[in-house]
Nanobody
């Protein structure tokens, strides 16, 4: 059974940094596009960042210049370096994976909470 397991969330003050990570197990990781999503209380889920198999990245506008997604295929791990965190970044952050040939993210982690206080 394919699994994604996130860790590295936490509570920080405004302007702080966190670096959640997501480890993939029980599937061949390298052909998969990876992404981080987030969902704040009472809001819809939002795609934050993506990275394809060649390392090409995309970001939602609100995190450009502050967040960096990266992957280490040797470790089956994807990271999200989050700098200059703001209270509006508070959310549950989820890692997701889709095969390069698929249009949908069909593997999801359980989430890691990020809380930013002002």
């Amino acid at each position: 059974q394919a699994q994604l397991v996130e860790s590295g969330g936490g509570s920080v003050q405004s302007g702080g940094s966190l670096r959640p990570s997501c480890v993939a197990s029980d599937f061949t990781y390298s052909p998969y596009y990876m992404a981080w999503f987030r969902q704040a209380t009472g809001k819809e889920r939002e795609r934050v960042a993506t990275i394809d198999t060649r390392g090409t990245t995309t970001y939602t506008d609100s995190v450009k210049g502050r967040f960096t997604i990266s992957r280490d295929d040797a470790k089956n791990t994807v990271y999200l370096q989050m700098n200059s965190l703001q209270p509006e970044d508070t959310a549950m952050y989820y890692c997701a994976a889709r095969h390069w040939s698929s249009g949908e993210y069909n593997y999801w982690g359980q989430g890691t909470q990020v809380t930013v206080s002002s």
